[in-house]
């Protein structure tokens, strides 16, 4: 079994930088993909990057460029990194194994 747990959300101005930490235990050696998902006030929850087992990546169009996802597997964490935050980043983030097992979210919110 795999349990998530993520950290590092806050408050920021419009411009600024944040990273957000996945910290992975149990079955990790299941995985196949790590990802980030985000949930705004009133939206649906949406995909935001993933890291591949073997470490290629995929990014959400609204993020390219700004955000970029990581991983240290010698501290089994997954890192996002995101830059140029816009108001519109405002959101819950959630870390997820294989879109299968989540943890309870982070919230991010980008002043103007």
């Known amino acids: 079994q795999v349990q998530l747990v993520e950290s590092g959300g806050g408050l920021v101005q419009a411009g600024g930088s944040l990273r957000l930490s996945c910290v992975v235990s149990?079955?990790?050696?299941?995985?196949?993909?790590m990802g980030w998902h985000r949930q705004a006030p009133g939206k649906q929850r949406e995909f935001v990057a993933r890291?591949?087992?073997?470490?290629?990546?995929n990014y959400a169009d609204s993020v390219k460029g700004r955000f970029t996802i990581s991983r240290d597997n010698a501290k089994n964490t997954v890192y996002l990194q995101m830059s140029s935050l816009k108001p519109e980043d405002t959101a819950v983030y959630y870390c997820?194994?294989?879109?299968?097992?989540w943890g309870q979210g982070t919230l991010v919110t980008v002043s103007s």
């Open positions: 890291i591949l087992s073997e470490g290629g990546t």
């Open positions: 149990g079955d990790t050696f299941r995985i196949h993909a």
């Open positions: 997820a194994a294989d879109r299968q097992v």
